[in-house]
């Protein structure tokens, strides 16, 4: 083993990655939320990555029970919550275990040696203890025998029983952090008073263990490896933090808000798209209307029913969900009504990795459905931009009178970043094709000549009755028709509304470069992986790499092609087999689209990217 | 909440253009007929009515309906109907369904839509059959019925509709047969005004696949004595010398006959629609001799939509966020200058 630094000088990184691992009931994922939003306040630019077992409360101290909190802190842009490890901060041996091979050689660990019991370590499946058996040699080791000092600075508070007193000593490890990086506790403190009002003893015991954290790591002298002190050059604004699922939710706030509409929310629990309903369930003071349905179909159908009463109608959900809602989703598309599908992806098939992300429903939103079903798919490509896509999901929706899939995935979902708040001021308009007088001749299906919308009669309004339903429409009157050329008609018709769409989307942009010898393709949540490759490859001199990263799925920005033109080779990366390669093979002729694939419920490391690229450009 | 209208309709004004295809004689006629007649009379503005089948013969009613409405899929019309209620609470929602439309494919919403007593009515076309996909068994088939998915006789046992739908709360049940249209039009009125969920099960006879299916209960001849026509805080008697009547002994109904064994009108029960338990309604939607028709239960209730309001109105009362930069600025937000 390294002996801890201690007194020595930390070499000054751009950028430092901390995780903290225990049981999924010893608190890691505040304590990593708490560091970060800190370092967030400091002006340090973050990225965080929390990593759960699908257990809520697995079997103490078991490998598949670890819970972790990574959160990736820089005084430069952080895009994403980064791949190896500056300092583990390991509760028990299992944590150790499942996370050793994260850490960066000879850089820091912290552990509690109280959980390194012959139990525990029987339970990691451990032969002998890592901690005296010389398997650590080449890392820093920090022991702390966190428990029984815990336990130490709760005496004399009354009021705690022992499971409280033990499962305070996360507060413990994030005060030896604070004081390793120099971060202020005030924070910390301030969210103990606030969430804790009404139990003053509780308040106590958590800033004392905090406090005795801080100046135990001070007593030592403990200093990390690497340190970052400045804050991040960022664009000057009101921040805040924001998880990827918030941000989903916030932006159909603010486009509700913009449209005019109210905003209806038909959904069934399911992981890791809860917490979009969990949010919205909050905001009845908007007017929100979110209903918990019986199940995934009658979540979508109450959100069909809400469209065609008037109101801005979503519904989210996972992979299984969508698959279940796929029929409802039809209708929705023959009806020609607005409505928002989010899909926060995560490992399939059947139920695969619920808590673990993947990009494998690519082709489920294009193609999942019976018959001729295009819809508009787009995808988000990080926490705070879930914002921006969720906004343009229902403006779209809304304005096109066709329904769309949002992609998002468990990744960006619970992933959080600095988010420069958006104001709905800012925000582009939302025009909405309601009717509210009768004209001659007037019929449900009548188009808008740009967009081929139809309009949007809402019951209630005199004289605008009319009945719409699933079977074929006649083009002109809505009736039900059987009429062979009619139903060829109307289905181009609805696959040209979709393809106009390409005319109110941005065209792509490539970052890094704009022709040359490489182009790296991505789309939804790989963002920040993908960016931060490319980005590195062209610091280090390899200036004809580009990244072109797609929002807008379906249908694809215009100059797709002539992007595609400006570069030798081009790589399709996805955590998936290869979905977006096969659409771009079914759409681009004459391309060589390489594939490079992740399916392990994990997000791109950086160097595994890098490691490929360099390949293709030698 | 719905707001009364002030104009006069007349059915006609409910009589959509297209013509209705359903088999000469179905008795699906005779609901779309109740129905157009009974709308004028409820007193909603015809702009504000809206109904939301899902699949089956039944399911084009909404087509023939000179009124909002949408022939959605298969199961999914409860759904679909609660999210335009809660949406626009002032409408008139109705959900036109069948046996294998509510009971199978769609039985999960059919009782979660009960259970929340959201303010819809809906009518439920039993005929013990598929009809659109040309005739197997349906869940409320009877055991041995020979139809084209079971040639040697249904082996699985039916669901009693009106025992599911008071299982699962329903707070407002009623029966009538297809082929009366007099009372069905007063127990479509009757719905309308019930706040809550009502549900109507109409004995609706298939004249191709399963024809006959009820006549030994609503055919004119044999209707006065096999079945009983229940109205609240009236004695429960029927037969066409109204001389029959129910008593409870024990834990059943039995049917007596007032005059004989010292049986006099005092004996027989007196319906109590807005009995809360349910236990007297569930003996007579089950009791097979004679059939309950009339509204069986019909017990006011809080509507969802009502508690929905309530809790918005305190949330709103409560919170100073009235628009999105409330929230968006609020709590933990910081500078970067």
């Not at chain 1, 509700?256 to 919205?280: Q, R, V």
């Not at chain 1, 799925?553 to 996805?574: A, D, G, H, R």
Request: some cysteine; proline content about 5%.
């Amino acid at each position: 083993m390294i002996p801890p630094k201690i007194n020595d000088q930390p070499e000054v990184l751009e950028a430092v990655v901390i995780r903290f691992v225990g049981d999924s009931g010893d608190g890691m994922q505040l304590t990593g939320t708490q560091f970060s939003d800190t370092s967030a306040m400091f002006g340090n630019d973050i990225a965080t990555f929390p990593n759960y077992p699908s257990e809520i409360r697995a079997p103490q101290g078991s490998l598949y029970g670890v819970s972790g909190f990574q959160v990736h802190i820089g005084s430069i842009e952080i895009s994403t919550p980064g791949d190896n490890v500056d300092l583990l901060v390991a509760m028990n041996p299992a944590g150790l275990k499942t996370n050793l091979k994260a850490v960066k050689p000879g850089h820091t660990i912290i552990v509690d040696t109280d959980a390194f019991t012959k139990k525990n370590l029987e339970k990691a499946q451990y032969e002998s203890n890592p901690l005296e058996d010389n398997s650590l040699e080449n890392y820093r080791v920090i022991e702390v025998a966190m428990t029984s000092l815990t336990k130490e600075a709760l005496k004399g508070v009354n009021g705690l029983d022992n499971k409280t007193i033990t499962r305070s000593k996360n507060m413990f490890a994030l005060g030896m952090v604070y004081w390793m990086y120099d971060r202020s506790k005030q924070h910390t403190i301030d969210f103990f008073n606030k969430k804790f009002k009404s139990k003053p003893h509780i308040i106590e015991a958590n800033t004392r263990v905090l406090n005795a954290g801080h100046n135990f790591a001070n007593t030592l002298e403990l200093i990390p490896n690497s340190y970052t002190i400045s804050p991040a050059k960022m664009s000057p604004g009101t921040y805040r933090i924001i998880m990827g699922n918030t941000a989903t939710a916030w932006g159909f706030l603010a486009a509700a808000e913009k449209s005019g509409l109210e905003l209806f929310l038909g959904s069934y629990p399911i992981t890791p798209a809860t917490d979009i309903l969990h949010e919205l369930v909050k905001h009845k003071h908007f007017g929100v209307k979110a209903f918990q349905a019986e199940d995934e179909i009658a979540g979508i159908a109450s959100s069909i029913g809400a469209s065609f009463a008037g109101d801005l109608a979503i519904t989210t959900t996972s992979g299984p969900g969508l698959a279940l809602k796929g029929e409802a989703l039809g209708l929705a598309m023959m009806v020609e009504l607005p409505l928002v599908v989010v899909d926060v992806q995560r490992g399939g098939p059947s139920t695969g990795l619920p808590t673990k992300t993947e990009q494998s429903d690519l082709l489920q939103a294009l193609y999942g459905r019976n018959g001729e079903s295009p819809v508009i798919v787009l995808a988000a490509s990080t926490p705070e931009n879930c914002f921006d896509y969720a906004y343009m999901a229902a403006k779209l929706t809304i304005e096109h009178m066709t329904p769309v899939i949002l992609l998002t995935d468990g990744y960006i979902a619970n992933g959080s970043a600095p988010w420069k708040i958006k104001s709905v001021a800012e925000m582009p308009e939302i025009k909405n094709n309601k009717v509210t007088e009768v004209k001659d001749n007037w019929h449900p299906y009548d188009r808008e000549e740009a967009t081929l919308a139809r309009n949007w009669p809402v019951p209630g309004t005199e004289g605008l009755e009319h009945r719409i339903g699933g079977l074929e429409k006649d083009r002109v009157t809505g009736n039900v028709s059987y009429v062979p050329e009619n139903h060829e008609y109307m289905t181009h018709i609805r696959a040209e509304k979709i393809k106009r769409v390409q005319n109110y989307i941005p065209n792509i942009e490539t970052e890094f470069a704009e022709s040359g010898d490489l182009l790296v393709v991505g789309w939804g949540g790989t963002y920040g992986s993908l960016h931060s490759a490319v980005k590195q490859m062209n610091k280090e001199g390899n200036t004809k790499v580009g990244l072109a990263h797609f929002n807008y799925i379906n249908p694809l920005p215009k100059n797709t092609e002539e992007v595609f033109n400006k570069f030798k080779k081009i790589i399709v990366c996805e955590l998936n087999d290869g979905q977006f390669a096969k659409v771009l093979n079914i759409n681009f002729n004459g391309f060589e689209f390489i594939q490079f694939n992740k399916i392990q419920g994990l997000p791109f490391g950086k160097q595994e990217l890098i490691q490929k690229f360099n390949q293709l450009v030698k | 909440m719905e707001t009364t209208a002030e104009k006069k309709y007349t059915f006609k004004d409910f009589a959509s253009n297209q013509e209705v295809r359903w088999c000469p004689g179905c008795d699906d006629y005779v609901v779309l007929r109740s129905m157009q007649k009974a709308l004028p009379e409820m007193g909603v503005k015809k702009e504000d009515v809206v109904f939301i089948s899902g699949i089956g013969c039944s399911s084009r009613f909404p087509y023939y309906m000179n009124t909002y409405g949408m022939h959605s899929i298969h199961g999914r019309a409860p759904g679909i109907a609660s999210g335009v209620k809660l949406a626009n609470p002032n409408l008139s929602v109705w959900v036109i369904t069948g046996d294998g439309d509510a009971m199978a494919i769609g039985g999960n919403h059919f009782i979660h839509v009960l259970r929340r007593n959201i303010d819809l009515n809906i009518i439920l076309f039993n005929n013990e059959i598929y009809g659109l996909t040309k005739g197997q068994f349906s869940p409320t088939s009877l055991v041995g019925q020979k139809t084209k998915s079971s040639p040697y006789g249904n082996t699985q046992p039916p669901f009693q509709p009106g025992e599911l739908a008071i299982g699962a709360q329903a707070r407002f049940f009623a029966r009538i047969g297809g082929n009366n249209p007099k009372d069905m039009t007063k127990l479509f009125i009757e719905a309308e005004k019930f706040k809550g969920t009502s549900l109507i099960e109409v004995l609706q006879n298939c004249v191709i696949f399963n024809d006959g299916c009820f006549k030994n209960v609503t055919d004119k001849n044999v209707k006065a004595d096999k079945q009983i026509y229940l109205e609240h805080g009236k004695p429960m008697i029927f037969g066409k010398e109204n001389n029959k009547g129910l008593i409870l002994n024990g834990l059943k109904l039995e049917v007596v006959t007032i005059g004989e064994n010292g049986v006099t009108e005092k004996d027989i029960l007196i319906h109590d629609a807005k009995e809360k338990d349910p236990t007297l309604h569930q003996m007579l939607v089950r009791l097979e001799y004679p059939v309950a028709t009339g509204i069986i239960r019909s017990v006011d209730d809080v509507t969802l939509e009502e508690r929905i309001d309530d809790l918005t109105a305190q949330v709103k009362a409560n919170s100073n966020f009235r628009k999105t930069n409330d929230l968006f600025f609020a709590g933990e937000t910081y500078e970067v200058k």
